[in-house]
């Protein structure tokens, strides 16, 4: 009966482990399409029952200091690093969505979604879309 147990709270122990490595939460690196290069660092949180992404830094030091100035509304013009660029995410199975993205480049607003990569949960799959059209960029966990 005690092997039965410690067979049982080791697969308990095991499912646990492996759905905290699923999870959207933490901070994940942004890679630069062109270069192939990382270039910031975001991290998705939970605040008020939904899920919210932010610039915590910018890696190429002289782009630091930049703002969002094509963007509109309350973004105008904040700088890129505590940018909260992904807003009002709500999980949905085994994804979260319902939310939108800003493009700081452009300043334009996406729908969106995340979802934690199937076979490598180290991967973030983040989509912006309007209607049928859309693009997924992959991230990548730092914790």
Excluded at 33 to 38: F, H, V, Y
Excluded at 114 to 138: M, Q, S
Aim: net charge neutral; with cysteine.
């Amino acid at each position: 009966m005690k092997k039965i147990k410690n067979i049982c709270l080791l697969a308990l122990l095991f499912v646990v482990t492996h759905m905290n490595g699923q999870s959207v939460f933490g901070k994940w690196e942004t890679i630069n399409e062109e270069t192939g290069k990382p270039n910031s660092i975001i991290e998705i949180y939970e605040e008020d029952g939904r899920v919210h992404g932010k610039v915590v830094r910018i890696l190429k030091k002289e782009d630091r200091d930049r703002t969002c100035s094509n963007c509109e509304g309350h973004l105008k013009d904040k700088p890129l690093e505590g940018l909260e660029l992904m807003t009002g995410l709500e999980k949905n199975g085994n994804e979260y969505s319902g939310g939108v993205i800003v493009d700081p480049e452009t300043g334009k607003e996406y729908k969106c979604k995340i979802w934690v990569d199937e076979t490598n949960p180290d991967l973030l799959k983040v989509r912006g879309y309007i209607a049928f059209f859309y693009k997924t960029k992959t991230w990548h966990r730092l914790e």
